[in-house]
C-alpha cells in the first residue's frame, strides 16, 4: 500500500473478527516497530505480544471493561523503559524521551498493521497498577498504550478532521 494511503486508510477499529494474524504479518509489524526512531537510538521502551484469551480478557478489564481488546487476535503493550534513556539523557530521558520512544513505536505499528490491512485501535485508558500485573512486566516499565490488532469485523466511515488552517500555525 502507498504510503499516503495507508494514512488515510488507518482508523479507530473496535470490532475485530476472530480470524487470526498469520505469523509472518505479526513478524513485519515487529520489524516495523524496530524501525521507529527514538531519542539517541537508544530504543527504551518494550513490546509485550498478548495471545493468550485469559490475559487479553484481563487487559479488556483493566481497560475499564473495553471488551473489544479481548476479540482482538492480538494484543500488542507497549512499555516506556525508562532506566534505558536514563544515563544519556537524565530526567528528561526518564520522563520525556522514553514516554516518547514507546508511542512513536506504537504509531509505526499501527501504521505497519494498517499496511498489511490489518485493523487497530490505540488504547490509553487503562489501570497501570492492573495492567502491570496482567503482564508481570519489571517495576521500572511503565505501561503506555494498549494496542489490539486484528481484522476489522466492520468497515469504518471517515471522520471530520480539523482545517489544517485551525491546526496549523506559522511563526
Not at 480478557?57 to 473489544?68: D, M, P
Request: proline share 6%.
Amino acid at each position: 500500500m502507498e504510503f499516503f494511503e495507508v494514512i488515510k486508510k488507518r482508523h479507530s477499529i473496535r470490532a475485530f473478527k476472530s480470524t487470526p494474524i498469520e505469523e509472518e504479518k505479526l513478524q513485519q509489524i515487529l520489524e516495523a516497530i524496530n524501525q521507529a526512531p527514538s531519542a539517541g537510538n537508544l530504543q527504551a521502551y518494550e513490546i509485550y505480544v498478548v495471545t493468550k484469551d485469559t490475559l487479553r480478557a484481563e487487559l479488556a478489564r483493566a481497560a475499564y471493561n473495553q471488551k473489544f481488546i479481548a476479540e482482538a487476535p492480538v494484543v500488542l503493550v507497549f512499555y516506556s523503559h525508562p532506566a534505558l534513556s536514563a544515563p544519556k539523557y537524565g530526567n528528561r530521558g526518564i520522563k520525556l524521551y522514553s514516554l516518547q520512544d514507546a508511542t512513536i513505536a506504537c504509531t509505526f505499528a499501527m501504521l505497519a498493521a494498517t499496511s498489511l490491512g490489518l485493523a487497530t485501535v490505540w488504547v490509553g485508558a487503562f489501570q497501570d497498577e492492573e495492567v502491570q500485573r496482567i503482564i508481570n512486566a519489571p517495576r521500572e516499565q511503565t505501561p503506555v498504550a494498549i494496542l489490539p490488532i486484528g481484522y476489522a469485523a466492520k468497515e469504518p466511515h471517515t471522520r471530520p478532521r480539523r482545517r489544517l488552517k485551525d491546526l496549523v500555525h506559522e511563526v
